[in-house]
């Protein structure tokens, strides 16, 4: 298992036993079940960020997709503040 995969399940662990199972999407605060989790680099490695645990946070895939390269999110024009889904 690469380091970023045991520092996800720990992530995600530690999230979940704060707010009693719940782990909400760093980008649209879904629930987020432990096989769809990712690592969200809050600041972007290409705008400097790190993987320090201080930079990680848990996300979609696809919410994580979208915001990848950019560091941008697309809004959704029916719910201000929520990602655009992938249909």
Request: charged residues 20%; glycine residues 10%.
């Amino acid at each position: 298992m690469s380091r970023l995969s045991l520092t996800r399940e720990k992530i995600y662990r530690t999230v979940a036993r704060q707010l009693h199972g719940q782990v909400p999407c760093w980008v649209c605060g879904g629930h987020v079940l432990p096989a769809a989790a990712t690592l969200e680099h809050i600041r972007p490695l290409s705008e400097g960020g790190n993987s320090h645990a201080e930079n990680l946070a848990i996300s979609h895939e696809v919410c994580n997709g979208q915001r990848h390269a950019r560091g941008k999110v697309a809004e959704s024009a029916q719910s201000p503040g929520r990602v655009l889904r992938r249909v």
